[in-house]
């Protein structure tokens, strides 16, 4: 420990003049604000071949997805002759094409690739070694894990495991947790949550699997509490919103520890009421070290009145809502909802946390609700939200309109560079491209939001360096160019651990503000940054993120690190 903190304040009195010494003590400045531009849409493919229903980015810079294989055949043919060979499949048992792809972000291109057992309407998360883990579907899928791990060349491909999981597991939930583990919640009458890797001491399956009463009293006529909202708390325990309830949950002694008050307006936000919620930015620099003096926020948007989904099968489609809830879920002793109305209504739309800290909202309907051609009046306008802005009326921005319409069955996820990559929309139980209202989207498209704007080249780093792996509390150095700095004070390092998307929700998305000790120049425009990595495994669990350095709201292309 000794020696430990003498290298520590040697490498400071080498690496920084004194008065960067205390950079830290001051506040990092707000994103700015882009009046003069919407963002910019642009096409990737048409066609990829399936529709994008699940969509995971992986470390190699390229995107896993995936739709179901309940429907038919897909409009992409796997190589070399393959065919999939299912008895049990309700519609195709012997399927020749692809039902899911890998997608290169350099290259534009993707490759089929081969899923065996149902994936509809399943969930993922990513372990620390870079893996996805999907978990459970539909049909023959309920109780498989399947397991996708990258490589360098094009011989990856899916390999499932039938019968791993305990429950059914159809509209659950996933979270990795600090020890690597992930853990799986819920699913349509399922009321309880079990873990990958299961414990290999349990002899049976009733071992594996938890009750969590918290789901069941949730339920109603309709469910609105399939895919629950998780976010772990810098403690270690998960906050959980189901309907319009939310509790922190201690998921290893099986324990409700706390309630908040419902969500104003008494409305439903999960499925098939699909609003969206993201675990707001982590900020290091506030408060000690660990999940001391460090604050947690929520926010939860969108969703649909109550009575929605009845009114939708019989064709009267109801307005979607408008509003967001925050609540600080950590650091505060009695929280209560803060309401904010957006400047559209929407359900079924994906929330994503850009690399500045803002939240994009995009995808969705402003009429009806999830389920098969129950949405209405498509929301092609993304908003931009600053959480940081303290002038409530200043937070939403509306940007460009895409051409396409992304409701039911669509998703969304942000990219290495910054873009956000959005694919899918099929509304409809098997493929249809004529003579419905929304024909069935196998393109992909990308959104580039404001900070890609050329007019603010100048003041967008370039990472140059950095470390490939970041020890828990340990300090490093990121090193970047810019064309024209402005000042210490504008700069900030942002880890975000990118987002299994699916169902309105990014599961596991979090980013964490790193705790910085300065900025020195090193030539001309070329810069050092040292920061500390995380304080614990709870604020930022083991696995890939994302690395970018922001400076005056713009942000570098993200880098990959390995924590943990």
Known sequence: MFKSLIFSLSFLLIFFPPKHIFSQLLPISPPIIYPDTQGEWNLLHASIGISAMHMQLLHNNKVIIFDRTDFGPS????????????????????????????????????????????????????????????????????????TFSPCIDDSCDWTEFPNYLSERRWYATNQILPDGRV???????????????????????????????????????????????????????????????????????????????????????????SGSSVLLPLDENNGGGGSGGIEAEVMVCGGAPRSS?????????????????????????????????????????????LPTGDVIIING???????WELGRDPVTRPIIYRPSSKIVGQRYSIMAP?????LYHSSAILLTDGRVLVGGSNPHVYYNFTDVMYPTDLSLESFSPPYLSAEYADVRPKIVAVNETLGYGEMF???????????????????????????????????????????????????????????????????????????????SSGMWVKIG
């Open 75 to 146: 409009n992409l043919s796997l190589p070399g002759g393959r065919c999939r060979y299912d008895p049990v499949d309700t519609v195709l048992q012997n399927d020749c094409t692809a039902h899911s792809v890998l997608y290169d972000i350099g290259t534009n291109q993707y490759r089929p690739l081969t899923i065996q057992t149902d994936t509809w309407c399943s969930s993922g998360a990513v372990l620390p070694n870079g893996t996805l883990i999907q978990t459970g579907g539909f049909n023959d899928g309920d109780h498989v894990v399947r």
């Open 365 to 371: 309907a402003e009429s009806g609700t999830s389920g």
């Open 183 to 273: 853990i799986i919640v819920g699913g349509r009458r399922q009321f309880s949550y079990e873990f990958y890797p299961r414990n290999p001491h349990a002899s049976s399956s009733n071992l594996q699997s938890f009750d969590l009463r918290f789901l069941l009293d949730t339920r109603d006529y309709n469910e609105n509490n399939l895919y629950p909202f998780l976010h772990l708390l810098p403690d270690g325990n998960l906050f959980i919103f189901a309907n319009t309830r939310s509790i922190v949950f201690d998921y290893k002694q099986n324990r409700v520890i706390k309630e908040f008050p419902q969500i104003d307006g008494g409305d439903p936000r999960n499925y098939p009421s």
């Open 402 to 406: 895409s051409p396409r319409s992304r």
């Open 309 to 353: 989904y009845g009114h939708a099968v019989n064709n009267i489609f109801e307005r979607a809502l408008s509003t967001c809830g925050r609540l600080l879920v950590f650091g505060h002793a009695n929280p209560s909802w803060v309401m904010e109305d957006m400047p559209l209504p929407r359900v079924m739309g994906d929330m994503l946390i």
């Open 477 to 555: 150095k990121v090193s970047f160019t810019v064309s024209e700095y402005l000042s210490w004070r504008e700069v900030s390092v942002r880890i975000i651990l990118p987002s299994f998307t699916t169902h309105s929700f990014a599961m596991n998305q979090r980013m964490v503000v790193i705790k910085m000790m300065g900025v020195y120049r090193e030539a001309s425009g070329s810069y050092n940054v040292v920061g500390v990595g995380p304080s614990t495994a709870e604020i930022a669990p083991p696995g890939y993120y994302l690395l970018f350095v922001v400076h005056s709201g713009t942000p």
